[in-house]
């Protein structure tokens, strides 16, 4: 019979009490108490991996799951509950800390697409909507660029959770109805862009004047023009709006400055809370402005 010992970790699992395990070792990180109480707050059991643990001198050391050990305490409210353990029960102080630094090495993170549509095989009402929508202008969710394909996935969920559904719908009208499926016409900047003029300026920005004064520039030629004034989105939405100014009378035109104090959409749905984020208008290329404001993948 064939061995495979050499192929198989050398392991065995116990139920251990949280307050019998320790995770103070040097190489460890540092514990992270918002991450830990975000996870409690959206704790699934399904979710919750074993801890690894290597025993030495009838110490139980965490070297892998410090923080799933501190989640299920504070959502169970006690340190005596138990956590499935993987022990290796001969393992040096060393070898630990080597497995630590390079246990996420050769992992495969999955992509913003991957997780999109594995939601949708979930049922996530948030990914069935924003899939409908889509599917709505006859587009499609797709991992890379394509001719009607959006693969600007982190974007749209970004929008979405930021603005709400119709800053979203309006976000796709425009940009299909301005470009009609130009390339990169429904890149992650440019609906970006326009999701940010969209909830600065709401009704007072007419959708009509929005596709004559863009309809007649190329969506390169909008691009260079916003790299030009600053990086991001936000060049985006700028350039945007001085052309749908130009030519405007003064009373008719929308200011450049509410791109920078306007309230956020923190729902999406039809009932949501509004914070006011203000923000200095600065015209140059500030970086700071831009991190503030920044939707960007």
């Known amino acids: 019979m064939d061995d495979y010992s050499a192929y198989v970790p050398n392991v065995h699992y116990e139920l251990i009490p949280i307050k019998n395990l320790v995770s103070n070792q040097d190489y460890q990180r540092n514990l992270s108490i918002k991450h830990v109480q975000k996870a409690a707050d959206n704790f699934d059991l399904c979710q919750i991996n074993p801890v690894k643990v290597s025993r030495r001198d009838g110490i139980n050391y965490v070297f892998n799951g410090q923080h799933t050990i501190e989640i299920v305490a504070l959502v169970s409210g006690s340190r005596e509950t138990p956590v499935w353990c993987m022990i290796y029960d001969d393992l040096i102080y060393e070898h630990e800390a080597d497995i630590f630094a390079n246990q996420m090495k050769y992992v495969k993170p999955l992509l913003p697409y991957e997780i999109f549509m594995a939601n949708l095989e979930a049922g996530s009402d948030k990914h069935l909507i924003i899939n409908s929508l889509v599917e709505s202008y006859d587009l499609i969710i797709t991992s890379s660029s394509i001719p009607g394909g959006i693969c600007a996935v982190s974007t749209i969920e970004q929008i979405y959770d930021k603005y709400g559904y119709h800053t979203l719908d309006r976000t ?22 326009v999701a940010r003029l969209i909830n600065a300026f709401g009704d007072s920005l007419r959708d009509d004047i929005f596709k004559e004064k863009n309809g007649i520039f190329s969506v390169k030629q909008i691009i260079r023009n916003a790299k030009e004034r600053r990086v991001g989105s936000l060049g985006y939405a700028e350039t945007l709006l001085i052309n749908y100014n130009k030519k405007m009378q003064t009373h008719s035109s929308l200011p450049m400055e509410k791109l920078y104090t306007h309230k956020v959409r923190t729902k999406p749905t039809d009932e949501y809370d509004e914070d006011t984020i203000s923000i200095p208008y600065t015209p140059d290329n500030s970086e700071d402005a831009e991190e503030q404001l920044s939707l960007d993948i």
């Open 172 to 193: 796709l009208r425009l940009c299909i109805g301005t470009w009609e499926g130009e390339n990169h016409s429904l890149s992650a900047n440019m609906l970006n862009g």
